[in-house]
């Protein structure tokens, strides 16, 4: 509801852009076929960076910091520290985590579609997750429904192979 509110034509993301002199690019974002889905987008993802963050925070925590101290040491800076020692060692954590977003994500959608746009205007922010429940509980059309779940599912397991795929080791 606050990304709502936010969004709406005199929310705050219009009253930022006027107050900085960027009249010109206000919009009524949600109700835009070219910019609901990408608020649709932003919304998930700005919905999963806590329990992302925790998450990682919880993981960094747990490697050695004798790691850290050695490469340090030999004289590896800040950011070199962090993507050649501790990177490597947290990630096969980092593809689980990219997959539990992922899935979350693509059978999660629904529930911003139905409360923010409805999958419109017209069907520009329709998902595959909102278009499952749209055809099974509004419309009645449980074999559409299924095909369409059948689909997403397809969809899903497509990405957590590529995903599985991405972050295996290669040693």
Request: a negative charge.
């Amino acid at each position: 509801m606050v990304f709502y509110a936010a969004l709406s034509p005199d929310g705050l993301a219009n009253g930022a852009l006027q107050s900085v002199g960027l009249g010109s690019l206000t919009d009524a974002w949600l109700a835009s076929p070219s910019t609901a889905l990408a608020c649709l987008i932003a919304l998930d993802v700005w919905s999963g960076i806590g329990f992302t963050a925790v998450l990682f925070a919880a993981r960094l925590d747990s490697v050695p910091d004798d790691l850290g101290e050695a490469a340090q040491l030999d004289g590896a800076g800040h950011w070199r520290t962090m993507w050649r020692i501790h990177f490597p060692v947290i990630r096969d954590y980092v593809g689980v985590v990219t997959m539990l977003q992922f899935l979350w994500t693509l059978f999660g959608s629904a529930q911003h579609v139905l409360l923010l746009t409805q999958g419109g205007p017209g069907s520009s922010s329709t998902t595959l997750s909102f278009l499952v429940y749209q055809k099974a509980f509004i419309a009645a059309d449980l074999g559409y429904s299924q095909t369409v779940g059948v689909i997403l599912f397809l969809a899903g397991l497509v990405g957590l192979l590529a995903i599985r795929r991405t972050f295996r080791q290669n040693y």
